[in-house]
């Protein structure tokens, strides 16, 4: 049994979760260029931990520097919402959604 075809699906199946419910709660309480922001800086913290720490088993390391930095910055989203965010952004980067000339040119 190929375990990728399963991460795969389930990447899937969270990002439809996120899209479907989480995503829209977000948007009720934030206006869309707070949205955007927040999203920018999601992924760009996402970007660097992915860089920063490679190999696999440190999800956790990645998930705490992403947090930390997005809370040096001001990203003040409720818990469960940014670990949401950070999910989807995640599986943005690792399915080739997330380019690094996208990054850089909405980080201004």
Known sequence: MDITMIIEAVF??????????????????TTAQQQEQINTWVRIAVSAAEQIYTGSGRGEEKKAYV??????????????????????AVYDLKSGFIAVSELASTEG
């Open 67 to 88: 947090i930390s930095w997005l809370r040096e910055h001001g990203v003040t989203v409720d818990e469960s919402k940014l670990d949401a965010m950070i999910e989807a």
């Open 12 to 29: 899937a199946l969270i990002a439809a979760v996120i899209t479907a419910i989480i995503i829209p709660y977000i948007k009720s309480r």
